[in-house]
């Protein structure tokens, strides 16, 4: 399972996203569907939404993208999804340039990759 910090990933590129953290959302998870769909990336993919970026996106799933709003902090939904699916045996590789999170996700049995990894496999932000 790819893991996604999507605060983090959009936070990496100075696109403006803080004057629209919806729209933000809703244009990574679109990119992130586009991969999946066209086999640039192997679902599945968890994208997980907090603050006001969940309402960008409603939660669900398509293309092999399963959007998860976190209720509280990001990064405790975030371990806490890996934390299930290490205990499945599901392997999962967290997006995320947060060194914390990462330490608690390989804490959970998972692995950490960095946003640049991800934004190369993706269409590109605009801007």
């Known amino acids: 399972m790819l893991l996604v910090d999507a605060a983090n990933v959009v936070g990496s590129r ?3 996203w803080w004057r629209d953290r919806p729209g933000a959302a809703r244009d990574l998870v679109s990119r992130l569907r ?3 769909a066209a086999g ?5 993919v968890v994208v997980v939404l907090e603050g006001a ?10 293309d092999d993208v399963l959007i998860v709003h976190a209720p509280r902090a990001g990064d405790d939904t975030l371990v806490a999804v ?3 699916a290490a205990a499945r045996r599901a392997p999962v590789l967290l997006v995320s ?3 914390e ?7 959970a049995g998972g692995s950490v990759t960095s946003p640049g990894w991800l934004l190369s ?7």
Request: proline content about 10%; charged content about 25%.
């Open 34 to 36: 586009a991969a999946t």
């Open 40 to 44: 640039g990336l192997e679902g599945p």
């Open 53 to 62: 970026a969940r309402a960008g996106v409603g939660e669900g799933v398509a």
């Open 121 to 127: 496999r993706i269409a590109p932000f605009p801007g």
């Open 97 to 99: 340039a947060d060194r």
């Open 82 to 84: 890996a934390a299930d």
């Open 14 to 16: 100075p696109t403006g």
């Open 101 to 107: 999170l990462g330490r608690r996700v390989e804490a």
